[in-house]
Nanobody, 125 residues
Framework: QVQLVESGGGLVQTGGSLRLSCAASGPGLSNYMGWFRQAPGKEREFVAAINKDSNMTSYADAVKGRFTISRDNTKNTDYLQMNSLEPEDTAVYYC???????????????????WGQGTQVTVSS
């Protein structure tokens, strides 16, 4: 059993930055990790993903150029650096870990086996 614990959320003004962390506990390393978010009244959506070797990343169009995903396998932790935040980025952010093939569908929820409890990010205008 793997547990994922997110941290780093909070309240920030438009244009500000936050860094989310997702610490994984349990045996082994996931093949890939991802971040999703859910805004009030909306469905959960993909934000970013990274494979185990950190040589492949994927981003939603809405965050490209502003968000950066990374991971530190020595700490079994991945990070989401969020810059130039906008009110539209306000959401609960979830990290997730998967063990299947990292070559496709990393933007799909079904690829992920374990999920964190979520951390709130609020961007004020």
């Amino acid at each position: 059993q793997v547990q994922l614990v997110e941290s780093g959320g909070g309240l920030v003004q438009t244009g500000g930055s936050l860094r989310l962390s997702c610490a994984a506990s349990g045996p082994g390393l996931s093949n890939y990790m991802g971040w999703f978010r859910q805004a009030p009244g909306k469905e959960r959506e993909f934000v970013a993903a990274i494979n185990k070797d950190s040589n492949m990343t994927s981003y939603a169009d809405a965050v490209k150029g502003r968000f950066t995903i990374s991971r530190d396998n020595t700490k079994n932790t991945d990070y989401l650096q969020m810059n130039s935040l906008e009110p539209e980025d306000t959401a609960v952010y979830y990290c997730a870990a998967g063990y299947g093939s990292p070559w496709w569908d990393l933007d799909r929820e079904y690829k992920y086996k374990y999920w964190g409890q979520g951390t709130q990010v609020t961007v004020s205008s």
